[in-house]
């Protein structure tokens, strides 16, 4: 892990307190029984993958036992081959793409019937190269985000028709340089990581203009040094990563002030019970927790992993995709 | 999980939401059981409403009312008023989710199901959306939404306008609001509807109503985007047009097989090649598709055939590109011909945003290429090019020397320009200067100065067919120094566009580009030729641009500056020496530019920073298997790296492999010790010299 250099002080500027994010996930893993925890059943499939990513930045996935994690993903795929957010839910793209992540960071991907999957996602594919997130039909890009980078990992990205993908896109862009979830659609960054992030996978970030979209993504750094999501809105810490990746995907996250950034991030920390929170003194929770840590990673913070921009799962895992053996 | 205050919760509190935790556990278990045993009675369904009145962002039950609400439709003793009455009940339970999280996807495409089977009035839906607009005007699901009611109704994009004025004029702040009038204003414009005929008498308009929201609250970023778009809608001409090329028109070029210097051609127009070839290059002012033998014809004295075979030089598969090269060989080692370049002609040359190339372009020069004298042809290894400052000597001009700035005129590119219709654009720019100028002389601002910046250079480029200097580069330079002061959270940002403006600057004219003219002392090498060096140190550029002016450049020096990047350099063809040390380059990957450059031989990066940074800004930048850009297909064996030594190097691998460099410089960087270097020597067959070492 190569040190940061731009040498600011750590005294300065506060500390990442691991230990407690370590723990604080460990526990939100066992507290299934809190009103919170029972309103969000139904995605804990990407509460797997934030709590899990952000064990492996921070060096600890070895902290929880695997074979129970990897046992209870399996079970929640259905025959068409889509997963589920938990036991007993319908299969969605959404937490299809969380529970081939996981796996990926597990390095069990060959668990996997990759065609059953791919033949999930390829028939989400619409005429139009858009894709929907299950049978029901809603359209939006964040799925076309889904579809190419879980197929990506699972290194059959050509079942899908990737020039109307990648054409679909590109519909959705605007004139702020920004992207929108459907065409028309208000640039978001949330959706803006999802459109440079699919690009990006697919090889066609050229037709992104990177100065007019690195300008409206700089402008999200507020003064207090968090990022918000789109103009005049509060910062919140989970665009830290929307932003910041998008920025650090097209060569313009030097745009930004990142020392200021880290210290918005740090501030959103519990140092009490861990976790980190959306801002400063908010509760905490695991997506936000994340994020956090995910940002701070792309920011070249000491002591973590560093975590690959558009797969949003750590480099060494990404490497190992492609060039592992 | 956002906007929740952070509190240490009380014994009561938990107490109580384990309770409620019950309750919705059993209501959960109940719902399952009715869903995967595929129960629709009337209390199944209820017990559904009452889950998503909880818990809207419980997706599996929409699902299951979607699956009740067709079964019940699908019997036969379902009359219309019975549909009505079953479709009533789902808006009535998506409103109610809607009221406990109006920003709900599930409850969002819910609504919009149960409406695609043709139910409810427009005008509820209608008054729906007001009460969700004035709840909250950046509602992003309910503008969403309401597009898709405007298209079902086909309410026309002229009252969506209007709806946006409205909502701007009920509150300026508005992003969503200029969003949608941004969207509805281009469809209009390019369908040249009924009063959006010419942008020339709809701008203007604009323009007074984005002032209004920027003036009234200068640090509100509302209109900011806005305005930017009207400025790129003002400058823009739809269809593309040729800003420069290589050769250039009416120049005398000289190829050489070899290094000897003829005395009566200038160093800016000599060529050393040993390719048999020597390049065409065509700088477009923005990206191009279709630049082929039959777009681009060329007429000279040795090529009856006349094909040539045109690549885009594009990162990546594009078959779209701003600069487009071609090769054009010469048959016999001795040869005194001119050739003409005939670009869009016939049609086929098209801009990514579908506009047809429609200025059809002549230019010619005459080439001259010199045969090798076999006697003086030395394969020198010893030679290698050292980026200090004694071993430049500034190169002095002869009186008549031409000098290959790209200027309109000395190009001889008839762009046929809308030469009166241009005129609007630049008077609008002119009021619109003469309206910041007005703003900042009231209130020191950020946006005031960056519009200001921004319309200044906009300005000026328009200008060039009649003056060949950059009037206002000085105060915009001045301009970006203070804000770099002013708001320096983004003063990396103001900073790039310094150095770019730094750079327009100095290569605007003859006079200051000659003073950035050099030429190597030592004597001719066989392998580089005496070019003109164009030398650009300890300037704190910290990006490089006007690329279109330096097509000539063999020769660069770069080093000493704070580069981070060298994005658009793969227009530079005719490079052969590239000196970047002492800059700021992060990775090997930021380095993708080079690829293109088929005649670089000698490469300095010393000093740079690759192997620092554990973030790779430009991993997705560069050809890989990451991005599936290695090759021409997606998941071929190409990208497979076959010796297993070179897989921690693959960012390497790919980015030197095809690269025939003799001299390269890399010392200084914390990636390059043994290993490294050993692996570049094994990926660079043809390298001679590495860190000043020759290789055997």
């Known amino acids: 892990m190569a040190d940061a250099s731009f040498g600011f002080s750590t005294l300065q500027m506060g500390e990442l307190a691991i230990g407690k994010h370590v723990h604080y996930i460990l526990s939100v893993e066992k507290k299934k029984d809190s009103f919170e925890s029972v309103v969000m059943d139904h995605l804990r499939m990407n509460g797997a993958y934030w709590g899990l990513t952000t064990l492996d930045l921070l060096g600890k996935l070895d902290s929880v036992n695997a074979d129970e994690v990897l046992s209870w993903i399996m079970a929640c795929q259905h025959e068409s081959g889509g997963f589920s957010g938990n036991i007993g839910h319908d299969p969605h793209i959404l937490y299809t793409l969380s529970a081939v992540q996981v796996l990926a960071l597990f390095n069990k991907l060959d668990v996997l019937d990759i065609d059953k999957v791919a033949t999930y996602i390829t028939g989400l594919q619409n005429e139009d190269g858009s894709f929907s997130g299950d049978m029901w039909g809603e359209v939006d890009t964040r799925f076309s985000y889904i579809a190419i980078c879980c197929l990506s990992i699972l290194r059959c990205l050509d079942k899908i028709n990737v020039e109307k993908a990648v054409s679909y896109i590109l519909s959705c862009k605007n004139l702020d340089g920004g992207f929108g979830c459907t065409p028309g659609g208000e640039s978001h960054a949330g959706q803006i990581f999802c459109c440079v992030g699919a690009l990006a996978i697919t090889g066609s970030l050229h037709h992104v203009d990177k100065d007019l979209l690195g300008w409206w993504l700089c402008e999200r750094q507020v003064k207090s040094g968090g990022l918000n999501g789109r103009p005049e809105k509060l910062p919140d810490v989970c665009y830290s990563w929307w932003v910041l990746s998008s920025l650090i995907m097209i060569d313009r996250v030097h745009w930004i002030d990142k020392e200021k950034l880290v210290k918005f991030i740090l501030d959103c920390q519990d140092l009490e019970n861990g976790g980190i929170s959306d801002r400063p003194d908010d509760a905490v929770d695991v997506f936000h927790t994340y994020f956090g840590v995910a940002g701070l990673s792309l920011l070249e913070y000491p002591g973590l992993k560093a975590v690959d921009p558009a797969y949003a799962l750590p480099v060494d895992v990404v490497n190992r995709i492609f060039f592992g053996r | 999980m956002h906007g929740r205050p952070r509190k240490a919760p009380k014994p009561e509190d938990e107490a109580a939401s384990a309770a409620k935790a019950q309750k919705l556990r059993a209501l959960q278990t109940q719902f399952f059981s009715f869903h995967h045993d595929q129960i629709y009675t009337k209390e199944a369904v209820e017990l559904s409403a009452k889950l998503l009145e909880i818990n809207p962002e419980s997706y599996t039950a929409w699902n299951y009312r979607k699956l009740a609400v067709e079964h019940y439709l699908s019997q036969s003793e379902c009359g219309p008023d019975s549909v009505k009455s079953v479709l009533d009940d789902e808006l009535r339970v998506v409103e109610s989710a809607l009221r406990q999280n109006f920003k709900s996807y599930g409850a969002w495409h819910h609504r919009k199901w149960v409406l695609s089977k043709g139910h409810s009035s427009i005008n509820h839906e209608l008054r729906l959306l007001d009460k969700f607009q004035k709840a909250d005007s950046r509602n992003f699901h309910a503008w969403n939404y309401r597009r898709f009611v405007a298209e079902l109704m086909n309410r026309s994009e002229q009252d969506e306008l209007k709806y946006t004025e409205d909502m701007i004029y009920t509150n300026f702040s508005n992003y969503s609001a200029w969003h949608n009038r941004s969207v509805l204003l281009s469809a209009l414009l390019e369908k040249k509807a009924e009063g959006f005929l010419l942008k020339e008498n709809v701008l203007p308009e604009e323009y007074e109503f984005i002032h209004q929201a920027i003036f009234t609250d200068p640090d509100d970023q509302s209109g900011w985007f806005y305005n930017l778009w009207l400025l790129d809608q003002t400058v823009t001409t739809d269809s593309p047009l040729l800003v420069s090329t290589w050769p250039t028109c009416g120049s005398d070029v000289l190829i050489m097989g070899d290094g000897c210097q003829n005395g009566s051609f200038s160093p800016f127009t ?133 000098i290959p700035i790209a200027s309109f005129d000395q190009l001889c590119i008839k762009n046929g320009h809308e030469s009166t219709a241009s005129n609007w654009r630049t008077e609008a720019l002119a009021k619109e200067i003469e309206c910041f100028r007005e703003l900042l002389s009231l209130m020191d601002c950020k946006i005031g100065k960056l519009t200001l910046a921004r319309l200044l250079m906009a300005y000026d480029a328009m200008s060039i067919p009649f003056a060949t200097k950059l009037v206002h580069s000085e105060e915009v330079l001045e301009l970006y120094n203070d804000l770099m002061k002013l708001d320096p959270t983004h003063h990396r940002y103001y900073k790039d566009e310094h150095s770019f403006v730094l750079l327009q600057k100095m290569t605007s004219s003859k006079e200051s580009l000659l003073q950035h003219c050099f030429q190597y002392k030592d004597s001719v090498s066989s392998v580089i030729g005496n070019p003109i060096c164009l030398r650009l140190n300890n300037l704190s550029l910290s990006r490089i641009g006007a690329f279109e002016k330096l097509l000539w450049v063999q020769m660069l020096d770069l080093s000493h500056n704070e580069l981070q990047s060298i994005e658009g350099l793969e227009a530079m063809q005719l490079l052969s020496c590239l000196g970047l040390g002492n800059n700021k380059l992060r990775s090997v990957t930021a380095l993708e530019p080079l690829r293109k450059l088929k005649s670089l031989r000698v490469l300095d990066i010393s000093y740079n920073q690759i192997g620092d940074h554990s973030i790779d800004t430009t991993r997705y930048l560069c050809s890989s298997p990451l991005s599936h850009s290695v090759g021409s297909e997606l998941n071929k064996d190409e990208t497979v790296i076959s010796d297993a030594s070179l897989v921690n190097y693959w960012e390497a691998f790919y980015m030197f492999k095809d690269l025939n460099l003799n001299q390269l410089d890399i010392v200084g960087n914390t990636i390059a010790d043994e290993k490294f270097k050993s692996a570049l020597v094994k990926i660079m067959p043809t390298l001679k010299r590495l860190d000043g070492k020759v290789l055997d």
């Open chain 2, 270 to 402: 000599t060529l050393l090649s040993d390719s048999g070839s020597f390049p065409i290059i065509l700088y477009f002012n923005q990206p191009v598709e279709g630049v082929n033998s039959s777009t681009v014809t060329i007429e000279c004295g040795f090529d009856k055939n006349g094909y040539l075979h045109w690549e885009p030089l594009s990162v990546s598969n594009s078959q779209a590109a701003q600069v487009w090269v071609a090769h054009l060989k010469f048959p016999t080692p001795e040869l005194d011909s001119s050739v003409e370049v005939r670009v869009g002609h016939s049609k086929g040359i098209i801009s990514t945003r579908g506009f047809q190339y429609c200025h059809p372009s002549t230019f010619s020069f005459n080439v001259h290429v010199q045969p090798v004298e076999r006697d003086s042809f030395q394969v020198s290894v010893a030679e290698s090019i050292l980026w200090r400052e004694e071993n430049f000597k500034i190169y002095r001009a002869q009186l008549e020397e031409s």
